[in-house]
């Protein structure tokens, strides 16, 4: 989500006649587009601003936009007096106002809804994967979770405006299309006649566009997994066979308290279903560990989930007490040292997935998206259906953009392959 909002700001700030640069010394506006997920994110916003403030001209334009700016609201410009603005995730389309008036200070972390989506322009040319966001906030509530406080109750936008920018995408270079939303599968946007659209109905329009071949959502809750979406894994070749389907947590305790009520025999239903619907799916997942009141045991059942799913890809990360959340006031908070050993112990086991998945692929040929030239400028980098690198020995002058790719090596990080 933070990319395509940083995409929108820079597509506003280009129509203006700004153009990029990779120095701070250099730059007439510095913008941190930030994330309050972790507390460690938010102390890294506030140590870069500090570097900064240090390094940029003296009367360059300098603030923060996103969810540390709405989780810090004013107290930004009492830890850093230098920000000439601070911007909630909802009102980063305000910017134009800092660059008209650029002597006042710029404060709003209001939740306004939806108007960002329209009032900055569009890229002119959009990147090969296109992020399309079709919802705003969450109504989840898990009780560890900043979101709703950042971003507010969850709206869906309109289906046609949706599917404008899904449009104006393929028609300027996207071959990918990613919808975004913190709950994504929970889309459903009712129009004035009363049509009620879905997530299924966005991807079945998005397959009919002859630029789109590869489309994918993030981030799904497991419940709002419906029979509709599911059966768009079966029907559409289009859509990748692969799904964040996070879980958080293994333990019916853990994730009674963390507010998420499902349980595991109907997670592991919509797996079954999924695989079902589509044979080669391959499923990823978030996962917290060290959650307040996390024992030994209930741990080991998120090791008996992780090896049940035989997850892919997956984020793991040590339970991070966030402001404005009931986890933040529970008790029975775990010790670091014990959420290190976990977080060790479930990540040795997730590479050692990753790296079966990954040597499984050996000897098949998949259809691959080029990412571009790798760092040493010498290997093309694609994208398998599974969102795995793989490494291709071959010039970057005419790289397919969509290719056949067969798998020659692997390792727990990426693959290596051929163009067919
Ligand atoms: S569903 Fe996701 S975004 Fe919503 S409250 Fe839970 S963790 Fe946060």
Excluded at 65 to 76: N, T
Excluded at 173 to 193: P, R
Excluded at 235 to 251: D, R, V, Y
Excluded at 264 to 292: C, E, M
Aim: with cysteine; hydrophobic share 35%; aromatic share 8%.
């Amino acid at each position: 989500m933070n990319v395509y909002d940083g995409q929108r700001i820079a597509a506003m700030l280009t129509a203006r006649g700004y153009e990029s640069t990779e120095q701070v010394a250099d730059a007439d506006i510095i913008i941190l587009n930030t994330c309050a997920v972790r507390a460690k994110a938010t102390d890294k916003v506030f140590s870069a601003l500090g570097r900064i403030r240090a390094e940029k001209k003296p009367d360059a334009l300098f603030g923060i936009v996103g969810c540390v700016a709405r989780e810090s609201g004013a107290d930004a410009f009492r830890r850093v007096p230098e920000l000439n603005f601070v911007l909630g995730p909802q009102s980063y389309h305000k910017l134009p106002a800092i660059l008209e008036n650029p002597e006042t200070k710029l404060l709003n972390i209001d939740l306004g809804g939806l108007e960002k989506f329209d009032e900055l322009p569009q890229m002119e040319k959009s990147p090969v994967i296109a992020y399309i966001p079709i919802q705003e906030g969450c109504n989840h509530c898990c009780t560890y979770c900043i979101v709703p406080y950042t971003r507010g109750r969850e709206l869906s936008r309109p289906f046609n405006d949706v599917m404008r920018d899904t449009e104006h995408a393929a028609n300027t270079g996207a071959v990918e299309i990613c919808f975004l939303g913190q709950n994504v599968n929970g889309y459903k946007y009712t129009d004035a006649d009363g049509t009620v659209y879905r997530l299924s109905d966005l991807i079945a329009a998005t397959a009919k566009l002859d630029a789109v071949k590869r489309i994918r959502f993030t981030s799904s809750y497991p419940t709002e997994m419906t029979d509709d979406l599911i059966d768009m894994f079966r029907t559409e070749p289009k859509l990748l066979p692969f799904l964040n389907l996070p879980i958080q947590s293994g333990s019916p305790d853990v994730l009674t308290r963390m507010n998420r009520p499902y349980s595991l025999n109907l997670y592991i239903d919509i797996v079954d279903k999924l695989k079902h619907a589509r044979p080669d799916i391959q499923i990823s997942s978030d996962f917290i560990v060290g959650f307040p009141g996390e024992t030994d045991a209930d741990f080991e059942q998120t090791m008996k989930i992780a090896q049940r799913v035989k997850y892919i890809n997956s984020y793991s990360f040590k339970y991070s007490p966030r402001p404005h959340t009931a986890a933040a006031l529970m008790p029975n908070q775990i010790p670091e040292s014990v959420k290190s050993a976990r977080l060790a112990k479930l990540d040795a086991y997730l590479n050692e997935l990753q790296r079966d998945f990954n040597l499984s692929c050996v000897g098949k040929t998949m259809p691959c998206l080029y990412e571009g030239p790798d760092k040493t400028g010498r290997h093309l980098v694609y994208r398998t259906p599974y969102m795995q690198p793989c490494i291709v020995d071959a010039k970057s002058d005419n790289a397919p953009i969509m290719a056949e790719i067969e798998i020659t090596d692997a390792n727990k990080a990426s693959l290596r392959g051929k163009l067919k």
